[in-house]
C-alpha cells in the first residue's frame, strides 16, 4: 500500500487542498484546522449547521490567510496568534482561542448569512484526545472533530461507489490520507499503522453524519442523504452508527508525502 493523496483543511468545516509533503507536528498535520469559525457562544459550527462552509476555499501562508468564495470580495487578514482570548466549545470541550477580530467575523458572517467569528488555535489552547480512545494521557488534537489524522481507503470508497446510484469523489469524506492498494475496509481491522517513518494508532473508526452528504463544491445537500444512506446499510457498528475510515494519534511527530510506502497491523 502507498499514499495516494494528503489534504489539509486550514479552517474547520471549510475546503481542503491537496498536499505533496506535510510536516505533522504534536498536533497533527501542521495548520490543519488551527483556525474555526464559532456561533456568538463560542460553539464550533460546521457543515452539520451551514453547508455553504464548502464553498469557502481558505489558504494559509505563514500567518497570512486568504479566503475565497464566489461573488464576493477575498478575505486577507495576517493571523493573531496572540491576541485576545475567548472562550470557545467542540463537542462538549471548552477551552480557549485567539480572536481574529471584527473584520474577519464581518466577512464570514456575510459570506454564510449567520453571525460567525474566526478563532485560532493559540498558545493557551489546549484539547486532550478523548481518553476512552487516547493511546497517551497527553495526545492532544487542535479544532478537529476529535483526533489528530483521518485515513481512509481508496478501495473503500470504490465498493461504496459500486453500490450507489451515482458515483461520488473522496472529497465528501474530508481524510487527511488517502491509501492506495489496500482490500476495501481492511482499515476496520487496523491496529497500527506504518506511513513512511512515521508510526501511528489507529484508535477509533470515524463515525459519519450528514456532511458526507453535502456536494463539496457547491454546498448543496444531496435529495436522498446519499452516500450516508447507502453506508448505514452496510456499515454500522452499535453506538457510532454508519463509519468509514479510521482515526488516528501519531507516536511522534514526522513528515509524510505522497508515494509513501503504507504498512498496517
Not at 77 to 101: K, N, T, Y
Not at 151 to 180: G, H, K, T, W, Y
Not at 186 to 202: H, I, N, P, S
Not at 233 to 247: H, K, V
Amino acid at each position: 500500500m502507498h499514499v495516494a493523496s494528503l489534504y489539509r483543511y486550514p479552517i474547520k468545516g471549510c475546503r481542503g487542498h491537496a498536499l505533496d509533503t506535510t510536516v505533522l507536528d504534536a498536533l497533527g498535520f501542521e495548520r490543519d484546522r488551527r483556525l474555526m469559525l464559532v456561533d456568538p457562544s463560542g460553539r464550533f459550527v460546521s457543515q452539520r449547521e451551514e453547508p455553504l462552509l464548502a464553498t469557502l476555499e481558505p489558504e494559509l501562508d505563514g500567518n497570512r490567510l486568504t479566503v475565497r468564495v464566489a461573488g464576493a470580495k477575498p478575505l486577507l487578514i495576517e493571523i493573531d496568534p496572540s491576541g485576545h482570548e475567548v472562550g470557545v466549545s467542540v463537542w462538549g470541550q471548552e477551552f480557549q482561542a485567539v480572536d481574529q477580530g471584527e473584520r474577519a467575523a464581518e466577512w464570514f458572517s456575510d459570506a454564510v448569512g449567520s453571525a460567525l467569528r474566526l478563532v485560532w488555535y493559540g498558545p493557551s489552547s489546549r484539547r486532550l484526545i478523548d481518553p476512552t480512545y487516547s493511546p497517551r494521557a497527553d495526545a492532544a488534537t487542535a479544532f478537529t472533530d476529535g483526533y489528530q489524522v483521518l485515513v481512509v481507503q481508496q478501495a473503500s470508497l470504490d465498493d461504496l461507489n459500486a453500490r450507489l446510484p451515482e458515483p461520488i469523489p473522496m472529497e465528501r469524506f474530508r481524510p487527511n490520507i488517502v491509501v492506495r492498494g489496500g482490500t476495501a475496509w481492511d482499515e476496520d481491522g487496523w491496529k497500527e499503522l506504518r506511513v513512511g517513518t512515521m508510526t501511528f494508532d489507529a484508535v477509533k473508526p470515524c463515525a459519519r453524519c450528514l456532511v458526507t452528504t453535502t456536494d463539496q463544491r457547491t454546498g448543496a445537500r444531496h435529495p436522498h442523504q446519499e452516500p450516508l444512506r447507502t453506508l448505514a446499510s452496510f456499515r454500522t457498528l452499535p453506538g457510532f452508527g454508519a463509519i468509514f475510515g479510521q482515526n488516528l494519534v501519531m507516536r511522534a511527530p514526522g513528515t509524510l508525502s505522497v508515494g509513501d510506502t503504507v504498512s498496517a497491523t
